[in-house]
């Protein structure tokens, strides 16, 4: 093929001007040798950066021995992946594995639908449907997934949409009291919102909305697909925001869980839901769910190898230090252009003031600035209108990340006014 960029793949991502070939560690590389630092990761995918060892050998291993089986049996690598997610979280409960975030979220809201169909209004006996989601959210591009987003840009062309959600302000705890209604059966959340701009939930809100939810009889929904696994610092990461209190009830992962292999997963908490004490975990009974591909040996043995690296070479520690390192220097700047940074560990977002650079008109601020930085070999993902992300890999070093500053730098510098 002479030209890949003509390739006939449907034109549904506006692609920066790269073609890449290869990768290693940190690095990767176009058709001309030409490497870029890459603090893109995938979009928070590629924990152990690229090709990592460990996990060449695992898929190497696994491929050898069972690559895909139906889910009508039990496999080893699954199992052992499911015991050590239920470790990390540190409470009973229970994994199912899907392909990728989207699918796992088109879970939480089925078990959310199903909690409401078990625990009805308790004043009406009418089954409970409506799942509160924030406004700026991402919980992915399928039509359950669009519906519980928080942005109307993703939704343009789709409806009618999946019905029963309610997108309230984030972090008003306030408006959250006011939009409980009778058919309210979950509250979902990112607790940082990844696609809306990197905002963080806070920790009073976190506890107020654990707190309602206890008191409403509502599910507790985490959406971890960007944020969790140690990219903010703690393998759960509402544990990274100050709540370690905190008893979601059910959880969902993709992204950095697999290091590039696709992977999705949901945990779902073991606690009793009724007088009899039915496990929440045990709602989706055989027969109500399940995903062909979800958690095959291949796919299982890649996850579990990675977040044993994760966890062997504490990676969220080097999240923290590599944040504290950001920070510190962008702080020292003082540039006119750095708005602020947001975001915790390695999922930042960092804003500008666009007034203070040259964007061309009609550009949006945040993608032109990834065209300038991609130009100087660093590739970043933008966040909204006005930041990009700071995404690297878990065990990026203290080096590379003083290399993908001064590139920062240099390119603010380059935009800015003589």
């Given at each position: 093929m002479s030209d890949?960029?003509?390739?006939?793949?449907?034109?549904t991502y506006g692609r920066f001007p790269l073609t890449l070939l290869r990768g290693e560690g940190t690095r990767v590389f176009d058709e001309q040798g030409t490497s870029y630092l890459d603090f893109c990761a995938g979009i928070a995918v590629c924990s152990l950066g690229h090709c990592h060892p460990a996990m060449v050998k695992a898929i190497e291993e696994q491929a050898r021995t069972l690559i895909h089986v139906s889910n009508l049996y039990h496999t080893e690598p699954a199992a052992q992946l499911a015991q050590l997610i239920t470790e990390l979280v540190e409470i009973p409960g229970k994994t199912f594995f899907a392909n990728s975030g989207a699918e796992a979220n088109d879970g939480l809201i089925k078990l959310a639908r199903r909690f409401g169909q078990h625990r009805p209004d308790p004043e009406s006996g009418t089954p409970r449907s409506e799942i509160i989601t924030f406004q700026q959210s991402f919980h992915g591009r399928t039509l359950g997934g669009i519906s519980a987003t928080g942005q109307q840009k993703v939704k343009e062309g789709f409806n009618p949409l999946l019905p029963g959600f309610c997108h309230?302000?984030?972090n008003d705890l306030t408006a959250l009291i006011q939009g409980i209604t009778p058919s309210t059966c979950a509250i979902l959340l990112e607790p940082i919102q990844g696609e809306g701009g990197i905002h963080a939930a806070t920790p009073e809100f976190l506890r107020g909305v654990a707190k309602l939810c206890k008191e409403k009889d509502i599910l507790l929904l985490l959406d971890e697909v960007q944020c969790g696994f140690g990219r903010l610092g703690e393998m759960m990461a509402w544990r990274a925001l100050g709540v370690p209190e905190l008893q979601p009830d059910a959880i969902s992962w993709a992204k950095g869980m697999g290091g590039g292999i696709p992977i999705g997963a949901f945990w779902t908490n073991d606690r009793s839901v009724d007088d009899i004490g039915t496990p929440l975990s045990c709602l989706l009974e055989p027969g109500s769910h399940g995903s062909t591909y979800g958690g095959n040996p291949l796919a299982a043995q890649t996850a579990l190898t990675v977040?044993?690296?994760?966890?062997?070479?504490?990676?969220?520690?080097?999240?923290?230090?590599?944040?504290?390192?950001?920070?510190?220097?962008?702080?020292s700047w003082k540039h006119p252009a750095i708005a602020e940074v947001r975001g915790k560990g390695l999922m930042l977002g960092i804003a500008v003031h666009a007034e203070y650079l040259r964007i061309p008109?009609?550009?949006?601020?945040?993608?032109?600035?990834?065209?300038?930085?991609?130009?100087?070999?660093?590739?970043?993902?933008?966040?909204?209108?006005?930041a990009i992300r700071f995404l690297p890999p878990l065990n990026v070093s203290e080096s590379d990340t003083s290399e993908a500053l001064t590139i920062l730098k240099t390119t603010l510098d380059q935009l800015s006014p003589s």
């Open positions: 890949i960029t003509q390739a006939p793949i449907l034109a309230l302000p984030f977040l044993t690296q994760i966890t062997a070479n504490d990676l969220p520690a080097n999240a923290l230090a590599r944040e504290k390192q950001i920070r510190e220097t962008i702080s008109k009609g550009s949006v601020p945040a993608i032109h600035l990834c065209n300038e930085l991609l130009k100087n070999h660093l590739l970043v993902p933008p966040a909204g209108t006005n």
